[in-house]
């Protein structure tokens, strides 16, 4: 069994980069409260984020540093609650995280803060990217290209089943949800697809295309997958890399805690599903990341390991991860 990378704090939905020849690791910061566990995921009350480097992704991590507080919940004027899982990217010498949490109405939506290096400090922007909605963005610039795109979305807690539509939620919300809105069901419904949207070359706002649906298709039929396809299909935890000329969007299953991928020749899709990544690890949620470091492909993920199992109190962890000659991911797993 792999140790947590990081046992200082409980830390999860680690987001990992390589800046200056070091890893930087973007996780979420998990804390000790009473809130009852429900589906609008209430329990996970993060306020703030630390960021985390190393030049070692081998045990027993004598080279990792905290580089600390970059921002917190006060920090963002928009913000009223919940800093879940962030990711960052790096453009003409600018640092860029990028963020979800709830509005003053309840709504996640997407903010950025810029920093002048990877460890920040990071000031954020006095309002969320426009026609942000949901969670989970995850940063993507194309090394090839030099594009730059946000990838996003979560069910249930996350939102994303509310805009199920260009004209955003299904119903008006001036307060914060009380209750999970449906997902499609019943035969032939289409599971939720993640969204994503390219950044403009302010790398604070969407183009104006906005947020897209990125669709994931079934390999024995080429169809979008099904809502009822739950071993499949995108819950939340979005990812994009890239190997070759492959585009590899990977993601979590959520009920049935899954990490799974798809893959394409663009960023935009669509994607065919590949396979598993990573069985179900103790705790409820799985969120991930991956890297390419020093010529070796790494697997960011979390556990409950230092928590013995208490699901919002969650532990960064890392495994090597490789690939077949066909393109194929697979993990050596415990």
Same mark, same amino acid.
């Given at each position: 069994?792999?140790?947590?990378?990081?046992?200082?704090?409980y830390?999860?939905?680690?987001?990992?980069?390589?800046?200056?020849?070091?890893?930087?690791?973007?996780?979420?910061?998990?804390?000790?409260?009473?809130?009852?566990?429900?589906?609008?995921?209430?329990?996970?009350?993060?306020?703030?984020?630390?960021?985390?480097?190393?030049?070692?992704?081998?045990?027993p991590?004598?080279?990792?540093?905290?580089?600390? /507080?970059?921002?917190?919940?006060?920090?963002?004027?928009?913000?009223?609650?919940?800093?879940?899982?962030?990711?960052?990217?790096?453009?003409?010498?600018?640092?860029?995280?990028?963020?979800?949490?709830?509005?003053?109405?309840?709504?996640?939506?997407? #903010?950025?803060?810029?920093?002048?290096?990877?460890?920040?400090?990071?000031?954020?922007?006095?309002?969320?990217?426009?026609?942000?909605?949901?969670?989970?963005?995850?940063?993507?610039?194309?090394?090839?290209?030099?594009?730059?795109?946000?990838?996003? #979305?979560?069910?249930?807690?996350g939102?994303?089943q509310?805009?199920?539509?260009?004209?955003?939620?299904?119903?008006?919300?001036?307060?914060?949800?009380?209750?999970?809105?449906?997902?499609?069901?019943?035969?032939?419904?289409?599971?939720?697809?993640?969204?994503?949207?390219?950044?403009?070359?302010?790398?604070?706002?969407?183009?104006?295309?906005?947020?897209?649906?990125?669709i994931?298709?079934a390999?024995?039929?080429?169809?979008?997958?099904?809502?009822?396809?739950?071993?499949?299909?995108?819950?939340?935890?979005?990812?994009?890399?890239?190997?070759?000329?492959t585009?590899?969007?990977?993601?979590?299953?959520?009920?049935?805690?899954?990490?799974?991928?798809?893959?394409?020749?663009?960023p935009?899709?669509?994607?065919?599903?590949?396979?598993?990544?990573?069985e179900?690890?103790?705790?409820?949620?799985?969120?991930?990341?991956?890297?390419?470091?020093?010529?070796?492909?790494?697997?960011?993920?979390?556990?409950?390991?230092?928590?013995?199992?208490?699901?919002?109190?969650?532990? /960064?962890? /890392?495994r090597?991860?490789?690939?077949?000659?066909?393109?194929?991911?697979?993990?050596?797993?415990?």
């Amino acid at each position: 069994m792999t140790p947590p990378l990081i046992t200082t704090i409980y830390t999860a939905d680690p987001s990992a980069h390589v800046f200056n020849d070091r890893v930087y690791i973007y996780p979420s910061h998990d804390r000790e409260t009473d809130i009852a566990f429900n589906d609008n995921g209430d329990q996970y009350d993060m306020a703030d984020y630390h960021v985390f480097s190393t030049s070692s992704l081998e045990p027993p991590y004598t080279d990792l540093v905290d580089h600390g /507080v970059v921002l917190r919940t006060d920090d963002v004027p928009w913000a009223s609650k919940q800093l879940w899982a962030p990711d960052a990217a790096c453009k003409d010498g600018k640092y860029y995280l990028y963020f979800p949490a709830r509005d003053q109405q309840g709504i996640f939506r997407i #903010g950025v803060a810029v920093g002048d290096a990877p460890e920040g400090p990071f000031k954020a922007d006095p309002e969320p990217i426009p026609g942000s909605f949901s969670i989970d963005p995850a940063s993507f610039v194309d090394p090839d290209t030099g594009d730059a795109y946000l990838y996003f #979305g979560g069910l249930w807690g996350g939102q994303l089943q509310c805009y199920q539509s260009p004209a955003g939620p299904t119903t008006p919300k001036t307060t914060a949800p009380t209750s999970t809105p449906p997902e499609p069901a019943g035969a032939g419904a289409k599971a939720l697809f993640p969204k994503y949207a390219q950044l403009d070359a302010s790398m604070r706002k969407f183009t104006p295309e906005g947020a897209q649906d990125l669709i994931i298709l079934a390999p024995e039929t080429g169809e979008p997958l099904a809502a009822d396809d739950h071993d499949r299909r995108f819950f939340e935890a979005a990812w994009m890399h890239k190997r070759g000329d492959t585009y590899y969007f990977s993601y979590s299953t959520g009920d049935t805690h899954y990490l799974v991928y798809a893959t394409s020749k663009s960023p935009r899709g669509p994607f065919t599903y590949g396979g598993r990544i990573l069985e179900p690890v103790l705790g409820w949620t799985t969120h991930h990341s991956i890297v390419e470091f020093r010529g070796r492909w790494w697997l960011f993920h979390h556990d409950c390991e230092l928590s013995k199992g208490v699901n919002h109190l969650r532990c /960064v962890k /890392v495994r090597e991860l490789f690939y077949d000659d066909e393109g194929r991911i697979f993990t050596k797993q415990d």
